[in-house]
């Protein structure tokens, strides 16, 4: 380990660190997407996917702009070299851990608007990050205008411990949000996996910056040179794969994992939060004959009725409208005073049939469709009472009259007569297109249902 390798890079524990940062990085892409490949969870425009891919992106660029701008590789080319101020200043902090920060302080402060102030967020998320990114950015400008570079991209005492303290600020930031939700009983251990990342990103920040520290002050020691840059890419390339292997903290969202324990045999929301009796029928349940002139909502009451229209309203790709009215009816089943699992059932409805663009959209008016978008309090009792309405209107207009003329309704009464004391145990009813906040996604049952004639809502 001589002084030309410690100056200009290429010792073997520098080519060994390349390696253990190129395996982070592997294990932090495997882990993001091969879930959603055996899942097969759908792409949804939503901050639940895009925060998670912003956070790959940040990951890739910490490590990489370590690499570039610590001299951990000799090249032939000083041509990379060339560009301190872009490896060392922008890509590995505005771009790289700030970036990252930025993203886990996005989640939490949505966090804190839904479950503290009972709310969406005033601040949609895709404006809320770059805001919190400024100051990184105005500090790397700031750095980039007064040029105090070397050479070999080191900064001086006089800008080491600035730098040191931004890495620092964002990680009190985290703290200051997670403080604020520290009483909420989330359902998906949201805040055990905020205290975890503040855990390891404060450990990571600490070893970092000393490491950081040593490497940029202490410029003539060519031991301590080769060891901090080894420890700054190594730190790196931890802090990047436990980071982001925590749940992403999305409300509802759990980052999908691979290992079995997650496995739960959770289709749906409603289970996922314990409400009684979701979606399930019972052998011992009282046998009510169908009359198609009674109205929709008590024919609806009807489980083995309502499990019949579905799968009919499936087949016709207009499932979405009976699918709103079984979520709905599963949050009514939550107690007022249970503050909690209404916010998450009733986000949870609100990703997956409200927002414009959803998986499941149902065809709303614009003014009920603002109204549950821009309420003051997500566990209000009527949240979803003029949108359940509308939706009504929708099955009985389009679905129904149909409905009984199709080979479904057949079915229904011949199961009807041939099993009068009440059906056998059936598995919970699944959604045909798979939510973008539910957790517990387990791959949908295939089916073939027979033909039909019908007609698409909306």
């Given at each position: 380990?001589?002084?030309?390798?410690?100056?200009?890079?290429?010792?073997?524990?520098?080519?060994?660190?390349?390696?253990?940062?190129?395996?982070?990085?592997?294990?932090?892409?495997?882990?993001?997407?091969?879930?959603?490949?055996?899942?097969?969870?759908?792409?949804?425009?939503?901050?639940?996917?895009?925060?998670?891919?912003?956070?790959?992106?940040?990951?890739?660029?910490?490590?990489?702009?370590?690499?570039?701008?610590?001299?951990?590789?000799?090249?032939?080319?000083?041509?990379?070299?060339?560009?301190?101020?872009?490896?060392?200043?922008?890509?590995?902090?505005?771009?790289?851990?700030?970036?990252?920060?930025?993203?886990?302080?996005?989640?939490?402060?949505?966090?804190?608007?839904?479950?503290?102030?009972?709310?969406?967020?005033?601040?949609?998320?895709?404006?809320?990050?770059?805001?919190?990114?400024?100051?990184?950015?105005?500090?790397?400008?700031?750095?980039?205008?007064?040029?105090?570079?070397?050479?070999e991209c080191?900064?001086?005492?006089?800008?080491?411990?600035?730098?040191?303290?931004?890495?620092?600020?964002?990680?009190?930031?985290?703290?200051?949000?997670?403080?604020?939700?520290?009483?909420?009983e989330?359902?998906?251990?949201?805040?055990?996996?905020?205290?975890?990342?503040?855990?390891?990103?404060?450990?990571?920040?600490?070893?970092?910056?000393?490491a950081?520290?040593?490497?940029?002050?202490?410029?003539?020691?060519?031991?301590?040179?080769?060891?901090?840059?080894?420890?700054?890419?190594?730190?790196?390339?931890?802090?990047?794969?436990?980071?982001?292997?925590?749940?992403?903290?999305?409300?509802?969202?759990?980052?999908?994992?691979?290992?079995?324990?997650?496995?739960?045999?959770?289709?749906?929301?409603?289970?996922?939060?314990?409400?009684?009796?979701?979606?399930?029928?019972?052998?011992?349940?009282?046998?009510?004959?169908?009359?198609?002139?009674?109205?929709?909502?008590?024919?609806?009451?009807?489980?083995?009725?309502?499990?019949?229209?579905?799968e009919?309203?499936?087949?016709?790709?207009?499932?979405?409208?009976?699918?709103?009215?079984?979520?709905?009816?599963?949050?009514?089943?939550?107690?007022?005073?249970?503050?909690?699992?209404?916010?998450?059932?009733?986000?949870?409805?609100?990703?997956?049939?409200?927002?414009?663009?959803?998986?499941?959209?149902?065809?709303?008016?614009?003014?009920?469709?603002?109204?549950?978008?821009?309420?003051?309090?997500?566990?209000?009792?009527?949240?979803?009472?003029?949108?359940?309405?509308?939706?009504m209107?929708?099955?009985?207009?389009?679905?129904?009259?149909?409905?009984?003329?199709?080979?479904?309704?057949?079915?229904?009464?011949?199961?009807?007569?041939?099993?009068?004391e009440?059906?056998?145990?059936?598995?919970?009813?699944?959604?045909?297109?798979?939510?973008?906040?539910?957790?517990?996604?387990q791959?949908?049952?295939?089916?073939?249902?027979?033909?039909?004639?019908?007609?698409s809502?909306?």
């Amino acid at each position: 380990m001589g002084g030309g390798c410690a100056k200009h890079g290429g010792c073997p524990s520098d080519y060994f660190a390349v390696v253990i940062a190129v395996i982070c990085f592997f294990v932090l892409l495997s882990r993001s997407v091969f879930p959603c490949l055996i899942h097969k969870a759908p792409r949804t425009n939503s901050s639940s996917f895009w925060i998670p891919v912003i956070q790959v992106f940040s990951s890739f660029n910490l490590l990489f702009s370590i690499v570039m701008s610590v001299n951990l590789l000799q090249f032939k080319s000083q041509h990379w070299r060339r560009y301190c101020y872009l490896w060392a200043v922008w890509v590995e902090g505005p771009l790289g851990f700030g970036l990252l920060m930025s993203c886990r302080i996005t989640q939490a402060f949505q966090l804190y608007f839904i479950f503290v102030k009972k709310r969406l967020p005033p601040v949609k998320s895709y404006v809320f990050l770059p805001l919190v990114l400024l100051p990184w950015i105005f500090g790397a400008a700031i750095i980039h205008a007064r040029k105090p570079l070397s050479n070999e991209c080191h900064l001086g005492l006089q800008w080491t411990f600035p730098v040191a303290g931004l890495h620092a600020l964002y990680v009190l930031a985290l703290v200051a949000f997670t403080r604020a939700v520290r009483h909420v009983e989330f359902r998906f251990d949201e805040l055990r996996d905020l205290w975890k990342g503040i855990l390891v990103s404060a450990a990571s920040v600490v070893i970092w910056v000393t490491a950081f520290v040593l490497n940029e002050i202490l410029t003539e020691i060519s031991w301590l040179q080769v060891a901090s840059r080894f420890v700054l890419l190594v730190t790196g390339g931890v802090l990047v794969v436990f980071f982001f292997s925590i749940s992403s903290n999305q409300p509802l969202l759990s980052q999908i994992s691979l290992k079995k324990k997650d496995n739960f045999e959770f289709q749906r929301m409603s289970l996922a939060l314990g409400i009684p009796d979701s979606g399930l029928l019972f052998r011992k349940e009282e046998f009510r004959p169908v009359d198609p002139n009674e109205p929709l909502d008590k024919l609806l009451l009807n489980k083995r009725f309502r499990q019949s229209l579905m799968e009919f309203a499936d087949s016709c790709y207009a499932g979405e409208t009976l699918h709103f009215y079984e979520e709905v009816y599963e949050h009514g089943k939550i107690p007022e005073g249970d503050s909690i699992r209404r916010i998450y059932m009733a986000r949870h409805i609100m990703e997956k049939f409200i927002v414009a663009g959803a998986e499941m959209e149902v065809n709303l008016s614009h003014k009920t469709r603002q109204e549950i978008l821009t309420t003051q309090d997500l566990t209000h009792p009527d949240l979803f009472k003029n949108a359940l309405n509308e939706v009504m209107q929708l099955i009985k207009m389009n679905l129904l009259r149909d409905y009984w003329s199709s080979i479904y309704f057949i079915k229904f009464k011949e199961e009807e007569s041939c099993d009068k004391e009440g059906w056998s145990f059936s598995p919970p009813r699944i959604s045909s297109v798979q939510g973008s906040d539910d957790p517990f996604y387990q791959e949908h049952l295939s089916k073939s249902p027979p033909t039909s004639r019908c007609t698409s809502p909306g």
